[in-house]
């Protein structure tokens, strides 16, 4: 790859960039900000703000923007995820938020369905609370989490993901009526629920204390994020943040959850753009990408490379590209790919047998360079 593909900041330090054909992931960079974005973040540096009032004003903006109670932008979903732990158990109660992340004393069990055990849940245990598993891993009851409920429960997490709905797992409507009827909240992570847009903020309009949304997959920078909640439990959430820490002198868990003053903006910019964009046009784009690779990989007798048709969510439409006759897998491909030169990574999805490609991390054109090289490693 020349120069003039990427930018060559990274060789001063001898790293070396990849093309992202897996799509949104942490690890390789989980976004490009946005010209908006940018815009924004750029104009927000110029000066210094009370960032304990900019998280309040920026909240209202965006609850206001959005149609929620309340919002709270934090150092991403994650975080938001851990500092909404961190309000249900201490509350407003001082002492308790200055205790944390040692529980004694506190309610400290969080409920989650088996089914909906996921690689972030890790981050409500990072506030020192315990996740509690009901249900079972084919179907979760009301009865189930009836009778998971005891003095020790802290609140109720719900894993959403409208892509995939199971229809054996408990559902939201279902958590929320049986967990505010013991007074316990809900926490929904819904970080990639964005589209269609009236699921932006839709958990919290059920009822919902606390939803997540990831803006990495808004455009703005992978490091922020926005916690969406009832006004109680945003201002719980305030006490847990580091701005609560510096502002209020109050020794939280959230001090190390930084945000600066232009990831703030650029995620209020990113939300603007989010809710105001022209979908239709960016789901045809991405979907134009994905066609144009399939029709380049079916030059090769040995892919079967069709589209996803999912439009939910953060990552529209893609290309699922399988082996047929030919002593490859896709484990040996993925390898291939990586190891070549420009560097492309893809991804097989658990015990997948397929890898799955995305769109999301590509530049404009790279899914030729991806299609083209899938085929000369079977030439
Ligand atoms: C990406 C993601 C997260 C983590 O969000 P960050 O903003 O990267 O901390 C949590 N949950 C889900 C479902 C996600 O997709």
């Known amino acids: 790859m020349n120069k003039e593909h990427w930018n060559n900041i990274y060789e001063m330090v001898s790293a070396k960039p990849i093309i992202n054909a897996i799509g949104s992931v942490t690890m390789l960079g989980g976004s490009t900000p946005i010209p908006e974005v940018k815009r924004a973040m750029d104009l927000a540096d110029s000066s210094y703000i009370p960032l304990i009032e900019l998280e309040e004003k920026a909240g209202e903006f965006l609850s206001d923007f959005i149609g929620v109670p309340a919002a709270y932008i934090t150092s991403g979903a994650g975080s938001a995820l851990t500092l909404a732990t961190a309000a249900i158990m201490a509350g407003d109660d001082d002492q308790l938020i200055e205790q944390l992340p040692n529980t004694d004393g506190m309610k400290n069990e969080i409920l989650i369905q088996k089914k909906h055990r996921y690689w972030y849940d890790r981050c409500l245990e990072a506030a020192g609370a315990k996740l509690i598993e009901f249900g079972s891993e084919i179907k979760t009851t009301e009865k189930d989490l009836e009778e998971a409920i005891n003095a020790k429960t802290a609140g109720v997490h719900f894993t959403m993901y409208e892509q995939n709905t199971d229809p054996n797992a408990l559902s939201l409507e279902k958590t929320i009526e049986i967990a505010h009827s013991h007074n316990l909240p809900v926490l929904v992570d819904a970080a990639g629920q964005i589209y269609p847009l009236e699921n932006f903020g839709k958990y919290v309009k059920m009822g919902a204390d606390f939803q997540c949304i990831a803006a990495k997959y808004l455009g703005a920078s992978q490091s922020s994020g926005l916690a969406l ?52 046009t960016r789901l045809s784009n991405i979907e134009e990408q994905s066609t144009t690779l399939i029709n380049i990989l079916s030059k090769c007798p040995y892919i079967e490379a069709t589209m996803i048709d999912n439009i939910i969510g953060h990552q529209p439409f893609g290309v699922k590209i399988s082996i047929k006759k030919h002593k490859l897998t896709v484990h040996d491909l993925v390898n291939l790919l990586k190891n070549g030169s420009p560097s492309i990574w893809t991804r097989v999805v658990g015990e997948n047998d397929f ?20 085929v000369e490693i079977f030439e």
């Open 229 to 280: 909640g009832t006004k109680d439990m945003i201002r719980k959430i305030s006490k847990q943040s580091f701005v609560g820490y510096e502002g209020r002198r109050i020794r939280g868990i959230g001090r190390p959850h930084k945000v600066d003053r232009q990831e703030m903006m650029g995620v209020v910019a990113a939300v603007q753009n989010w809710l105001t964009m022209d979908h239709e």
């Open 355 to 374: 890898i799955e490609i995305h769109m999301f991390g590509l530049k404009a054109g790279e899914e030729k360079i991806v299609g083209e090289k899938i």
